[in-house]
């Protein structure tokens, strides 16, 4: 056969395969209407291992690397998953006849978060000096706005949250109010002021961004303010979703955001500072590059396109940021004395340390 006739032979098979996966949908379509009427969980990972196994065995028949195949398959079945959550958001609703309204909208978690309460049936509008590419309606200033909605998110800097939250308090609106803020000392004030004055408020914290589809293996946080009802309500938000739902104090929250946010992503900027400040290109690395370079590369490529006053924030407004960074370089230090020294026992040590500490806490 020709080359030509070989690549429209490629082509065929390649139309069939997007038939056969549009096919798939429709049956994951039909299971997920099955599991909503028979109140069956979404995610079955007994079920999930099976096909996992049932596609690297037969990838081993057909001479087909397993690899690919179980990629293939964890590709269809995070499609699948998507698919069946999002049904189930949009079927067991609580929205229906309820206004949403999301100050700071036009952001990009702002968008998010109307983008999944419309899924639920909530009339949202936002309220932004910028303009919204969703099609939810601009109210402009909500503090022009009667604020009678049955929600009131607070998706703005955060900097800026503790202002609208303290606007908030001087008109004590009757619904549920709520931000998403990465840190919560720096809203303790106006917090602590809401649920003083009788309002409906708790604290959120999404441990995902923004063009995340599915929940299923993702964090959502809830700090109880002192209004436990309140949070019930938020929590009720994410019922049926996959998310997992943890609830913890505001202090112990940005103790932690100190390491899961500031450490990792301090330790992502010091490593771009250096690689810029050597003067090699990436593109020259990149050619001789190990695995470890590579993961950590994406990564803190990833870090580096987020939004830099956001990541200032993290770093200067939590009250327990500079724990994490002092750890940061005393470790950096030991391990600069370590290798100075020509203290190979000391170095061996450090890092069957970091491995006990690491298997301990799987």
Known sequence: MTLEQLRDR?????????????????????????????????????????????????????????????????????????????????????????????????GKMGAWFARFLSS????????????????????????ADPLTHDIIIAATP???????????????PKGLIADIGSLKTPLRGAL????????????IHPMFGPDTELLSGRHVIFVDVGVPEATALARGLFASTMAELNEMSLEEHDRLMAYVLGLSHALNLAFFTALAGSRELVPRLKKMSSTTFDAQLKVASLVASENPHLYFEIQALNDYGSTSLEALRAATERIQTLVKDNDERGFVELMEAGRRYLETSR
């Open 10 to 106: 490629l082509t065929q098979l390649d139309r069939e395969l997007v038939a056969f996966i549009a096919n798939r949908q429709r049956i994951v379509a039909e299971i997920g209407a099955h599991k909503i009427r028979n109140a069956v969980p979404t995610r079955d990972y007994e079920r999930e291992r099976e096909v996992l196994k049932g596609s690297r065995e037969q990838a081993q028949t057909h001479g087909l690397e397993p690899d690919l195949a179980e990629a293939v398959m964890q590709l269809l079945i995070r499609a699948s998953l998507t698919h069946q959550e999002r049904t189930r958001v949009a079927a067991q609703t609580g929205g229906a006849g309820k206004r949403a309204l999301i100050i700071g909208g036009a």
């Open 120 to 143: 639920q049936g909530f009339d949202v509008e936002i309220a932004d000096p910028a303009e919204s590419h969703e099609g939810f309606r601009n109210i402009g200033d909500w503090r």
């Open 158 to 172: 955060i900097k800026t949250t503790a202002d609208v939250l303290e606007a908030l308090a001087q008109r004590r």
């Open 192 to 203: 602590m002021r809401l649920a003083a004055l009788g309002c409906r408020v708790t604290s």
